[in-house]
Structure formats: C-alpha cells, structure tokens
C-alpha cells in the first residue's frame, strides 16, 4: 500500500488600507498572537508571521479539507480590530 504526504505551503501578505504605517509595534506583536491563535483553531499551521508598519507576512500550510484561500480570506476578510489593539495605534 503507498502512502502520499502532501503540504502546501501559504504565502499571504495582509496590508492596511493605502499602505498606510498603522502596525505599531506592541500591535503588531499582539496581532501575530492573535492571527496565529485564530489560523491554529481552524487547522492551518502557522509556520512564520512577521512584517513591518503597513504590511504582515504569513506563512501557513492549510488543513486539508479546506480550499488555499480559506484560512487567511475567510477569516480575516472582515477582521474586527480588537479594541486593546485600537488603544496601541494612539500610542
């Protein structure tokens, strides 16, 4: 009997709107852990979220019995900022 693995790998960039320089830092740290926890609780191994002010990077392989796109679009294409994140930008 053969037996396949297949993983594939994910490569998302979520920008703000008109690139603006919005993710400060203790935000940008706060959003990796909650994008990260978010991503996990669907199946999608996270391997890697980093990025600068305007944009972040995510690399993530997706549970099987999703489509690609489904982890990172579905979820987070109406993302409600937190409002403790909110509370960062004016710092």
């Known amino acids: 009997m053969s037996h396949s693995l297949t993983r594939v790998w994910v490569h998302s960039v979520l920008g703000t709107k ?24 669907m199946g999608c191994g996270v391997r890697i979220i980093n990025g600068i002010p305007d944009h972040i990077h995510i690399q993530y392989h997706f549970h099987f019995h999703l489509a690609p796109n489904f982890c990172i679009f579905f979820r987070f294409s109406a993302l409600k900022v937190p409002t403790i994140a909110l509370a960062m930008l004016k710092t």
Do not use: A, G, S, V
């Not at 690139?19 to 609780?41: A, F, G, N, S, V």
């Open 18 to 41: 008109n690139r603006q320089p919005l993710l400060k830092d203790k935000m940008r740290t706060y959003l990796y852990k909650h994008i990260r926890k978010e991503m996990e609780d």
